[in-house]
Each structure stands twice: as structure tokens, then as C-alpha cells.
């Protein structure tokens, strides 16, 4: 079956730095996808990951072990507008559909 | 990016009624996706398309249907909509290429009474 899982929700303060994990299960990997989305509006992209390694884009860097089917989002420097919920999403193999997780609702706090 | 529009972005209706939610995109992109999203479930696929006419089922397509008739357009359709399809709707596309995102419109928020 297929099944990425999330953190529901996490709490962390303005300024620091937090790390959302999500782990899947998958019939077929063609990359990991990491969005974010402000409630009421669409997905946004963030970071792709297809080989194991880490990611930087600014504040952002996103990590993918295939092995451990495992990655995490990385965001340094928090700020009050990163609060959003973060989707974590795998490309299956065959025409490109993302699998989502349930999605981390992170609150950063002042 | 692909310029990806939805409408309506807000719909209510009745128990029963046809409904029609359209996407478009600007960018002559093959691949379109429809979803919905529910509280803590995420977005869940109901169907794609890799072309014209091509319609592909994904994770949840029973009571939806959809139509391509041309590039730019892929519609999704509630033959008969019940109060537990009331959901956020998304539409996407993703760029060419083997590692592009795919990218959403703002979506359609549908209530069923």
C-alpha cells in the first residue's frame, strides 16, 4: 500500500529553527516533494528531492535517505509568515502522481 | 510556472444538483490533475490526464467524472453531488520536464447542503 506519514502539528518560536519529518511507504519512488500551504490558498512549491542528500534553497533545505524512505524540511530562521501547514508528497513511477501526507501544521510563535 | 485558473472559486449548492468545476492553463501542458482536500486527510487524487481525452481514475474517483477536450481545459464534474464530496477542489499541472513540480490553482471551495 502507500502511506506517508507526518507529524500533525508543531510548535515552534520565532527565530529558531524546526525539522518536519515524514516517512513513506511506497510502491514506487520518483522523487519527494515538499509544499507549503497558508490556510485557505493553494499549495506552494518548496523543495524537490530524487537522490539522497540534502537540499538548500535559503532558509529551507529538505533531506532524502531512499533507503530509510525518509526526509525531512529544515526551516532556519523562523518567521511569523512561515506559519502554514507543509505537505510532504512522493511522485509515484508511472504518470507522475503525488501521493500526499496528511500534512504538519506548524505555528511559530513570537 | 503553469498558469493554472479554477472557477468557480466558490460554490454551494444542493444535495442531488449537477455540478461543474473548470481548470485552465495557459502553458499547453499535457498533464492535469484534479484533487480534493478534507481536514486532516490531505489532498487526495480523483482523476488525470496525460492528453486529450486521456482520463486516468486516481485514489478516489467514485462519484466524480471528468472531461478533456482540449489541452488547456480539464473539467471535473459531481453527476449528482452528495453533502460528503462538499471539499476543497484543486487543479494541476506540472511544467515538462522529469523533476518539475506540479503547480495548483487557488482552488474551489464546494459546500453541499
Known amino acids: 500500500g502507500q502511506n506517508i506519514d507526518q507529524p500533525t502539528e508543531m510548535t515552534a518560536t520565532e527565530g529558531a529553527i524546526v525539522q518536519i519529518n515524514c516517512t513513506y511507504q511506497?510502491?514506487?519512488?520518483?522523487?519527494l516533494f515538499w509544499y507549503q500551504q497558508h490556510a485557505g490558498e493553494a499549495p506552494t512549491f518548496l523543495s524537490y528531492n530524487v537522490l539522497d542528500g540534502l537540499e538548500e534553497k535559503g532558509r529551507f533545505s529538505s533531506f532524502l535517505s531512499r533507503s530509510k524512505g525518509y526526509s525531512y524540511l529544515l526551516l532556519k530562521e523562523l518567521q511569523m509568515k512561515d506559519s502554514a501547514s507543509y505537505l510532504c508528497?512522493?511522485?509515484?513511477?508511472?504518470?507522475?502522481?503525488?501521493?500526499f501526507g496528511q500534512g504538519t501544521e506548524l505555528s511559530v510563535k513570537p | 510556472d503553469a498558469d493554472v485558473t479554477q472557477t468557480p472559486r466558490n460554490r454551494i449548492t444542493k444535495t442531488g444538483k449537477r455540478i461543474m468545476l473548470e481548470c485552465s492553463q495557459t502553458k499547453g501542458h499535457d498533464r492535469m490533475y484534479w484533487y480534493r482536500q478534507d481536514p486532516g486527510l490531505g489532498l487526495r487524487l480523483i482523476y488525470y490526464?496525460?492528453?486529450?481525452?486521456?482520463?486516468n481514475k486516481g485514489e478516489i474517483s467514485d462519484g466524480y467524472s471528468v472531461s478533456r477536450q482540449a489541452q488547456a481545459k480539464f473539467s471535473l464534474s459531481l453527476e449528482s453531488a452528495i453533502p460528503n464530496q462538499t471539499a476543497l477542489y484543486f487543479c494541476?499541472?506540472?511544467?515538462?520536464?522529469?523533476?518539475?513540480?506540479?503547480?495548483f490553482g487557488d482552488g474551489t471551495r464546494l459546500s453541499i447542503l
Open positions: 508528497a512522493v511522485r509515484d513511477e508511472q504518470g507522475g502522481k503525488l501521493i
Open positions: 511506497t510502491s514506487g519512488f520518483n522523487g
Open positions: 490526464s496525460f492528453d486529450v481525452k486521456d482520463i
Open positions: 494541476a499541472t506540472p511544467d515538462r520536464g522529469s523533476n518539475q513540480p506540479q503547480h
